[in-house]
């Protein structure tokens, strides 16, 4: 099999990016500085992954990989102190019944060398991974990112009223109007939006959860996703008897047993068919195969506690907090690291945070 090499990418360059940028991060500002009051906690809240679930303790292990999969930091065995966050994708803070099964698992790994892409932390020895429950996104410009962050503010109210969850297709097909012909509309996004739909409500520790987006994988292009290895002992949730039914299963179940994740990359072999920038298409299996560069081990914790949801809501996880053998490529990547940037520069500042990175897992939970 011949993986796609790294130097033959070439990214799309849109005249009007900046302008959009420009604009996203403002409006990312505005509603973060707005949510202290629309969200009635007295903090502000995360435009997107605003509701916490848990922040656990793990250890992230590199194992003997394949030559082609020894890339950057998973070229060499050895173990990393980690957390895990857990977080619904919406930027509310409602009942989970209102909130969609999209959910997170961000993954932060301590005492990782070399330097970090961020040129405010480049000292820093953490190394993110920002994953979903799915294996397609639904943006993929700055345009599409600015216009669904107005849209996805909305879309709890408009869950509950059917002619405006109608209205609301329409205007995430067309972006608000934006894209005046069919040839135009964006049915790639809207078919990858409404297969979250699909996604069942069931336990956090059950789910697979992928990158979305593709990054540099040493002299290669790859996505990323962990896998659950551990069956769990309370699959199902219910968000009509518990409005906190995601928490409280994921704190139930943390309580009772240790659990492992397979962490797993898929290298790019075909930039046609498996497209960067383009995250609404899934990258066919038969083309490349998923193989493990490492496990994730989560071992039995107490998490009841609101001190381990403060710890979770100060922990910042970006897919920009990386090294250059694995920066992220693709147009609503490169938007991701000035929103999530500028986003948690402005929450901690309004919560009153110190925005500092942990140096080990113990910082943040003890």
Same mark, same amino acid.
């Given at each position: 099999?011949?993986?796609?090499?790294?130097?033959?990418? #070439?990214?799309?360059?849109?005249?009007?990016?900046?302008?959009?940028?420009?604009?996203?991060?403002?409006?990312?500002?505005?509603?973060?500085?707005?949510?202290?009051?629309?969200?009635?906690?007295?903090?502000?809240?995360?435009?997107?992954?605003?509701?916490?679930?848990?922040?656990?303790?793990?250890?992230?292990?590199?194992?003997?990989?394949?030559?082609?999969?020894?890339?950057?930091?998973?070229?060499?065995?050895?173990?990393?102190?980690?957390?895990?966050?857990?977080?619904?994708?919406?930027?509310?803070?409602?009942?989970?019944?209102?909130?969609?099964?999209?959910?997170?698992?961000?993954?932060?790994?301590?005492?990782?060398?070399?330097?970090?892409?961020?040129?405010?932390?480049?000292? #820093?020895?953490?190394?993110?991974?920002?994953?979903?429950?799915?294996?397609?996104?639904?943006?993929?410009?700055?345009?599409?990112?600015?216009?669904?962050?107005?849209?996805?503010?909305?879309?709890?109210?408009?869950?509950?009223?059917?002619?405006?969850?109608?209205?609301?297709?329409?205007?995430?097909?067309?972006?608000?109007?934006?894209?005046?012909?069919?040839?135009?509309?964006?049915?790639?996004?809207?078919?990858?939006?409404?297969?979250?739909?699909?996604?069942?409500?069931?336990?956090?520790?059950?789910?697979?959860?992928?990158?979305?987006?593709?990054?540099?994988?040493?002299?290669?292009?790859?996505?990323?996703?962990?896998?659950?290895?551990?069956?769990?002992?309370?699959?199902?949730?219910?968000?009509?008897?518990?409005?906190?039914?995601?928490?409280?299963?994921?704190?139930?179940?943390?309580?009772?047993?240790?659990?492992?994740?397979?962490?797993?990359?898929?290298?790019?072999?075909?930039?046609?068919?498996?497209?960067?920038?383009?995250?609404?298409?899934?990258?066919?299996?038969?083309?490349?195969?998923?193989?493990?560069?490492?496990?994730?081990?989560?071992?039995?914790?107490?998490?009841?506690?609101?001190?381990?949801?403060?710890?979770?809501?100060?922990?910042?996880?970006?897919?920009?907090?990386?090294?250059?053998?694995?920066?992220?490529?693709?147009?609503?990547?490169?938007?991701?690291?000035?929103?999530?940037?500028?986003?948690?520069?402005?929450?901690?500042?309004?919560?009153?945070?110190?925005?500092?990175?942990? #140096?080990?897992?113990?910082?943040?939970?003890?």
């Amino acid at each position: 099999m011949e993986f796609v090499r790294y130097e033959t990418y #070439a990214p799309v360059e849109r005249p009007t990016y900046q302008q959009e940028l420009d604009e996203v991060v403002g409006n990312v500002a505005r509603r973060t500085r707005e949510s202290v009051e629309r969200q009635g906690v007295g903090r502000a809240v995360r435009t997107a992954h605003g509701k916490t679930y848990g922040l656990v303790k793990a250890t992230v292990t590199v194992g003997e990989v394949p030559a082609s999969y020894a890339q950057g930091i998973f070229a060499t065995p050895g173990a990393y102190d980690a957390v895990v966050r857990y977080s619904n994708g919406l930027g509310h803070l409602r009942a989970d019944s209102l909130l969609g099964a999209a959910c997170g698992m961000g993954i932060k790994m301590f005492g990782v060398p070399g330097d970090s892409l961020l040129s405010d932390e480049a000292e #820093a020895t953490t190394f993110d991974l920002n994953l979903i429950n799915n294996r397609v996104f639904f943006a993929n410009t700055a345009y599409d990112y600015m216009v669904i962050e107005e849209l996805f503010a909305e879309l709890p109210d408009a869950l509950v009223n059917p002619a405006r969850r109608k209205s609301w297709m329409g205007e995430f097909l067309t972006r608000r109007g934006t894209l005046e012909t069919a040839d135009e509309w964006l049915w790639d996004e809207l078919f990858a939006m409404l297969s979250f739909t699909q996604v069942p409500r069931q336990n956090l520790l059950s789910y697979t959860y992928n990158s979305m987006g593709a990054f540099r994988y040493g002299d290669h292009i790859a996505k990323v996703r962990t896998v659950p290895v551990t069956p769990v002992t309370h699959l199902a949730v219910d968000v009509q008897a518990d409005g906190e039914s995601f928490r409280n299963t994921l704190v139930a179940e943390a309580a009772e047993r240790d659990h492992v994740f397979e962490l797993q990359v898929q290298l790019n072999t075909d930039l046609t068919r498996m497209p960067v920038d383009n995250t609404s298409i899934e990258w066919p299996e038969q083309l490349s195969p998923w193989v493990t560069v490492a496990t994730i081990a989560i071992p039995r914790q107490d998490i009841a506690g609101l001190e381990n949801l403060a710890a979770a809501d100060t922990t910042s996880i970006t897919p920009w907090r990386t090294r250059e053998d694995h920066r992220p490529i693709g147009e609503i990547q490169r938007v991701r690291e000035e929103v999530y940037r500028r986003s948690s520069i402005e929450r901690h500042r309004i919560n009153g945070q110190a925005r500092v990175e942990p #140096a080990s897992s113990a910082e943040l939970l003890g």
